[in-house]
Nanobody, 123 residues
């Protein structure tokens, strides 16, 4: 059974930082491209950052470029999202996703989703 478990969310003031983690089990981690998505109340889910199975390709949404960094640790089967210079508009539920095809993840159609972790940015 495949599981993606996110952690690291919380409340932070504007300008602060958080690091999200997503630990994968039940799949061959190195075979899967992965991504982070978010959904704010009343809004559609949107892609934040994506990383290929080999970590050779990383892509970011324009609204997080220069602030967020996606990475993965093979030995720990874990995906990360380092979030710096957080803004109130970054407040959302953040989800990780895994897919055998990188383009499918980018298109928002991965094979698996996590349950999400809440990020709240407020003064």
């Amino acid at each position: 059974q495949v599981q993606l478990v996110e952690s690291g969310g919380g409340s932070v003031q504007p300008g602060g930082s958080l690091r999200l983690s997503c630990t994968a089990s039940g799949l061959t981690f190195d075979d899967y491209a992965m991504g982070w998505f978010r959904q704010a109340p009343g809004k559609e889910r949107e892609g934040v950052a994506y990383i290929s199975a080999t970590s050779g390709i990383r892509k970011y949404a324009d609204f997080v470029k220069g602030r967020f960094t996606i990475s993965r640790a093979r030995a720990k089967h874990t995906l990360y999202l380092q979030m710096n210079s957080l803004k109130p508009e970054d407040t959302a539920m953040y989800y990780c996703a895994a897919g055998l095809y990188f383009q499918s993840v980018i298109n928002g159609n991965p094979d698996y989703w996590g349950q999400g972790t809440q990020v709240t940015v407020s003064s």
